[in-house]
T-cell receptor, first 114, second 111 residues
Framework: DMKVTQMPRYLIKRMGENVLLECGQDMSHETMYWYRQDPGLGLQLIYISYDVDSNSEGDIPKGYRVSRKKREHFSLILDSAKTNQTSVYFC?????????????FGAGTRLSVL | GEQVEQLPSSLIVQEGASVLINCSYT??????FPWYKQEPGKRLQFIID?????ERKQTQRLTLLFDKKTKHLSLHITATQPGDSAIYFCSASPSNNRIFFGDGTQLVVKP
């Protein structure tokens, strides 16, 4: 059963604290993504990872960094979180073969920065 | 880069009605167009897709139409049920691993 798992599901942090969001997939997909979802703004791409240690900025990378040391894990890091980073964050991995342009999404992490 | 626009942003219908969600894109390099459904509080899930060499695809109560000339897609859902209530996202993918999403259409189906 193909699965993308995100941890934690809910997180409350104070402004200035560091935040680590983790994502795992069990499908050996090479390409993974981090998106944030805000009301009325759809999905905004933060970072793409093409494989281990091969990461690329998306449309809104400022204030974020990523780490991918193993193919199955992709982490999003917020150094010194800001209140405008309150959002729902989704991780996704890109399928292969006949589904090579389909994304498999995690359940999301709802982050509140106070 | 690619821009994907969806209309309407929201729809409220009675159970059994049909709905149409429109989507347009700007980059002629986009060749693959998957749609996703997000039920309240849940993850996005793939529901249907179409490639740029096709004009129509149907699966159960979903019909997806594609017009390459006008860069326009439309998703038709027939015989709607309360379980169809969700946000529907159109997306477009050129061949560079980038996948661009529309802002979503919130569908509410009233019993």
């Amino acid at each position: 059963d193909m699965k993308v798992t995100q941890m934690p599901r809910y997180l409350i942090k104070r402004m200035g604290e560091n935040v680590l969001l983790e994502c795992g997939q069990d499908m050996s997909h090479e390409t993974m993504y981090w998106y944030r979802q805000d009301p009325g703004l759809g999905l905004q791409l933060i970072y793409i990872s093409y494989d281990v240690d091969s990461n690329s900025e998306g449309d809104i990378p400022k204030g974020y960094r990523v780490s991918r040391k193993k193919r199955e894990h992709f982490s999003l890091i917020l150094d010194s979180a800001k209140t405008n980073q309150t959002s729902v964050y989704f991780c996704a991995s890109r399928g292969t073969g006949g589904r090579q342009n389909t994304l498999y999404f995690g359940a999301g992490t709802r982050l509140s920065v106070l | 880069g690619e821009q994907v626009e969806q209309l309407p942003s929201s729809l409220i219908v009675q159970e059994g009605a049909s709905v149409l969600i429109n989507c347009s894109y700007t980059d002629s390099a986009s060749v693959y167009f998957p749609w996703y459904k997000q039920e309240p509080g849940k993850r996005l899930q793939f529901i249907i897709d179409i490639r740029s060499n096709m004009e129509r695809k149907q699966t159960q109560r979903l019909t997806l139409l594609f017009d390459k000339k006008t860069k326009h897609l439309s998703l038709h859902i027939t015989a709607t049920q309360p379980g169809d209530s969700a946000i529907y996202f159109c997306s477009a993918s050129p061949s560079n691993n980038r996948i661009f999403f529309g802002d979503g259409t919130q569908l509410v189906v009233k019993p």
